[in-house]
């Protein structure tokens, strides 16, 4: 698993090694009673923290929910079952291995990108501090940035497409513990769904009307770039949501 989301991250942030990214969300709720100051958080309401690891594409890998908002990220994230993993090295990442095109230098560990808030481990990549960024810093801190943005992208989705998250949940801090990670497992399938749906759309894009036919009565389909083009009439058509022939006509 953890190769695989590694390719991903390379393919699509250009991070070799990076099998994640690492950030906390507050989740606003109903001050529980008797809780005094507890989930009373840095930004002036009452909230749980979602803490989230997500892959290239914004899928959760692992989510820890239900810390008291007060806390800090660092602060959950070392006392998060995650964390507690990642610190005893029994994730089951992958061996060090060596970067793309630096196949004569030393292996580099497969880690999570995370912001300042975050510790600076074997397996946490974390920016540079502003202070003393020279230009070759910068460069490394846009990059790292970069690759972070898949789960702030995450809870974004999240956040919009589940409209109880757009007002304090005034459950009990269990229910919304469940709540939540019933909301993460459904991003996740909607993403998953999300993918399929701009892979058919690759395929629309391979139909193409026949050069010699000004009455669009022909039409050439091919499932991608590399399979031979293939004609279609259209009186002919037999109607199916996943015949070829339905699929172009859809186009036209």
């Known amino acids: 698993m953890w190769k695989t989301i590694a390719d991903r991250y390379n393919e699509l942030w250009n991070l070799p090694n990076c099998v994640g990214s690492i950030d906390g969300k507050h989740i606003r709720i109903k001050a529980p009673v008797n809780s005094g100051s507890s989930f009373f958080n840095y930004k002036g309401y009452f909230s749980i923290v979602l803490m989230a690891t997500a892959d290239a594409d914004g899928k959760f890998i692992t989510i820890d929910v239900g810390e008291y908002g007060r806390n800090s990220d660092s602060k959950v994230f070392k006392e998060s079952a995650f964390g507690q993993l990642l610190f ?20 580099f560990p497969y880690y999570f990108v995370a ?31 970069n690759g972070r943005k898949s ?17 304090p949940i005034n459950f009990k801090t269990e229910k919304i ?19 399929i749906t701009a892979d058919v759309a690759k395929m629309y894009r391979q139909v ?3 050069p010699d036919d000004s009455e669009l009565q022909r039409i050439l389909y091919r499932a991608s770039p590399d399979q031979p083009l293939k004609h279609y009439k259209l009186k002919t058509v037999t109607y199916g949501t996943k015949s070829a022939s339905f699929l172009a006509t859809r186009c036209l």
């Open 177 to 195: 513990e469940i709540v939540i990670k019933a909301i993460c497992v459904l991003h996740n399938l909607i993403r998953v769904h999300d993918a």
């Open 151 to 167: 789960v702030e992208c995450a809870f974004g989705m999240m956040a919009s497409k589940f409209r109880i998250l757009e007002r």
């Open 115 to 145: 912001d300042e808030a975050f510790p600076l481990l074997d397996n946490v990549m974390r920016p540079y501090p502003r202070r003393s960024l020279t230009n070759t810093k910068r460069i490394f801190n846009y990059r790292l940035s």
């Open 208 to 210: 193409f009307m026949s």
């Open 88 to 107: 005893k090295k029994k994730l089951n990442l992958p061996e060090n291995a060596c970067l793309p095109h630096e196949e004569n230098d030393p292996t």
